[in-house]
């Protein structure tokens, strides 16, 4: 009986946590406590601070309260934190019960319940499938950001060499040639440290238009291109898992099926012997 009602009660959890109500609920708790750390940096009245700290403390322990209901929710209690974002979600929540008071902490715990906002990544799936993609993504994207840089000190060598005498603020060394290099690969008035220097070099735009060309188009393309590849295979390997776990199910329900019809042609032969021994 106590392993019945045991069982149940889990099974009504695991309704709970699942249900699409409950994860909107989540979703609109993290952005009231969003709001409440945006409206704790202006300067508002004693009753109205006073009604957000309330308010920031029910935030706090509904999250402990969810959080621990996803817990028991798990049938794996392990596999539970074998998930990162489940690790995650229990550091902000741990953190965010820190007390807020006049400590050495205040710092920490002020940032974790800023950090409470990131809480719609790992509640929301297709939010997460974006982190995850985009993680997965960062070797790759990191040899594309090596081959920028040395394309950027090549650029920010030439341009020391020749347009220091031009401008020595923006051109006086390498490291300060690569900051302007920077600003106009962001075409952050970039056109007026052109015009600067086409008055000594007139083709110097010749200069400008190979580092955008190289550095706005091709990199950034090739930064795109990564992240959509990545997110294509990802795609697919969910989209593999799911007609694995659709296979599984399905092999599943024929065993249980075929189960069913063995039994019940047992029962029929049963039944069959025992009208012939009755008609006997």
Same mark, same amino acid.
């Given at each position: 009986?106590?392993?019945?009602? !045991?069982? !149940?009660?889990?099974?009504?959890?695991?309704?709970?946590?699942?249900?699409?109500?409950?994860?909107?609920?989540?979703?609109?708790?993290?952005?009231?406590?969003?709001?409440?750390?945006?409206?704790?940096?202006? !300067?508002?009245?004693?009753?109205?601070?006073?009604?957000?700290?309330?308010?920031?403390?029910?935030?706090?322990? /509904?999250?402990?309260?969810?959080?621990?209901?996803?817990?028991?929710?798990?049938?794996? $209690?392990?596999?539970?934190? !074998?998930?990162?974002?489940?690790?995650?979600?229990?550091?902000?929540?741990?953190?965010?019960?820190?007390?807020?008071?006049?400590?050495?902490?205040?710092?920490?715990?002020?940032?974790?319940?800023?950090?409470?906002?990131?809480?719609?990544?790992?509640?929301?799936? *297709?939010?997460?499938?974006?982190?995850?993609?985009? +993680? $997965?993504?960062?070797?790759?994207?990191?040899?594309?950001?090596?081959?920028?840089?040395?394309?950027?000190?090549?650029?920010?060598?030439?341009?020391?060499?020749?347009?220091?005498?031009?401008?020595?603020?923006?051109?006086? *060394?390498?490291?300060?040639?690569?900051?302007?290099?920077?600003?106009?690969?962001? /075409?952050? *008035?970039?056109?007026?440290?052109?015009?600067?220097?086409?008055?000594?070099?007139?083709?110097?735009?010749? /200069?400008?238009?190979?580092?955008?060309?190289?550095?706005?188009?091709? /990199? +950034?393309?090739?930064?795109?291109?990564?992240?959509?590849?990545?997110?294509?295979?990802?795609?697919?390997?969910?989209? @593999?898992?799911?007609?694995?776990? @659709?296979? @599984?199910?399905?092999?599943?329900?024929?065993?249980?099926?075929?189960?069913?019809?063995?039994?019940?042609?047992?029962?029929?032969?049963?039944?069959?012997?025992?009208? @012939?021994?009755?008609?006997?």
């Amino acid at each position: 009986m106590n392993m019945s009602r !045991s069982g !149940s009660w889990l099974a009504t959890l695991k309704r709970v946590e699942r249900s699409a109500w409950f994860q909107g609920f989540i979703i609109t708790i993290i952005i009231i406590a969003a709001l409440t750390v945006g409206a704790k940096t202006y !300067s508002l009245p004693y009753g109205i601070n006073v009604a957000i700290n309330y308010l920031d403390n029910f935030i706090t322990v /509904f999250f402990l309260v969810e959080i621990s209901l996803r817990f028991f929710a798990c049938d794996d $209690k392990r596999r539970f934190f !074998s998930d990162p974002w489940n690790i995650f979600d229990t550091i902000i929540v741990v953190g965010s019960l820190l007390p807020v008071s006049e400590t050495e902490m205040i710092l920490v715990a002020r940032l974790l319940r800023v950090f409470r906002v990131l809480r719609l990544v790992s509640i929301i799936p *297709d939010l997460r499938y974006l982190i995850n993609a985009l +993680l $997965k993504a960062i070797p790759k994207m990191g040899y594309i950001a090596l081959l920028m840089f040395i394309i950027f000190y090549i650029f920010a060598a030439v341009g020391s060499i020749f347009f220091h005498q031009v401008n020595e603020t923006l051109w006086g *060394d390498i490291a300060i040639s690569m900051l302007t290099l920077f600003r106009v690969a962001t /075409f952050e *008035d970039w056109t007026d440290v052109m015009y600067e220097t086409m008055t000594v070099y007139p083709f110097s735009w010749i /200069f400008y238009i190979i580092f955008i060309f190289l550095t706005a188009f091709v /990199f +950034l393309n090739m930064m795109v291109g990564v992240v959509l590849d990545v997110m294509t295979r990802e795609t697919a390997q969910e989209e @593999h898992e799911n007609q694995e776990n @659709h296979h @599984h199910a399905l092999v599943t329900q024929i065993s249980e099926l075929q189960a069913q019809v063995a039994r019940l042609a047992d029962k029929i032969v049963v039944v069959e012997l025992a009208g @012939h021994f009755n008609k006997g």
